[in-house]
């Protein structure tokens, strides 16, 4: 695996969480659609660094069946690491 291509894609992520979390601050980051907030805010920067093709739907439901398999699979690993390990290998 690419590691510095999982790095930008974490990187990416992260700033896009600190990007959330001000837009939802009145709410503390509380959003039940916020995978699609992340896409709508993300998928053009992360064509740039991926080089991955997606539609912004297409990277919601990604986002959304992420935080499932998160929860199930490696709740002891940080999300952002997570997440943009398998984004990096699609």
Do not use: C
């Not at 974490?10 to 601050?25: F, G, I, V």
């Not at 916020?34 to 986002?63: F, N």
């Amino acid at each position: 695996m690419d590691d510095a291509r999982v790095k930008r894609i974490a990187d990416l992520l992260e700033k896009t969480e600190e990007a959330h979390h001000q837009a939802y601050s009145a709410t503390d980051g509380e959003d039940p659609e916020w995978a699609e907030w992340y896409s709508a805010h993300m998928v053009d920067e992360l064509r740039d660094v991926s080089g991955l093709d997606l539609e912004e739907r297409d990277l919601t439901q990604i986002l959304k069946t992420l935080e499932e398999r998160h929860k199930n699979e490696a709740p002891h690993i940080p999300w952002v690491t997570f997440y943009a390990a398998v984004i990096a290998a699609i």
